[in-house]
Nanobody, 115 residues
């Protein structure tokens, strides 16, 4: 199974920006889709953004216009650019590969937005 490793999390002030990266042990194009999820303390894991194999992107309403998902073919990463961050964006962010019954998940990276 392809292993995924997230990086780029950290502490940022409200209004700031961060870019998360998800590096795969195999080709990111081996997945029919890749996505970013997040889980805040006491809450369920939620979908943030996805990018399909063909390049179509989707975003949850809370991040539309502020987050952008992309793929870097050379670095073999899936990135999540996050702008105008808000305290409610604070969560552990996870990378997911695949839409099937046995997707690959990374270990997560913490994003903390201070007010």
């Amino acid at each position: 199974q392809v292993r995924l490793v997230e990086s780029g999390g950290g502490l940022v002030q409200a209004g700031g920006s961060l870019t998360l990266s998800c590096t795969a042990s195999g080709s990111i194009f081996s997945f029919d889709a890749m996505g970013w999820y997040r889980q805040a303390p006491g809450k369920q894991r939620e979908l943030v953004a996805t990018i399909l194999y063909g390049g179509d992107e989707t975003y949850t309403d809370a991040v539309k216009g502020r987050f952008a998902i992309s793929r870097d073919k050379i670095k073999n990463t899936v990135n999540l650019e996050m702008y105008n961050l808000k305290p409610e964006d604070t969560a552990v962010y996870y990378c997911k590969g695949g839409l099937g019954a046995t997707p690959s998940w990374g270990q997560g990276t913490q994003v903390t937005v201070s007010s």
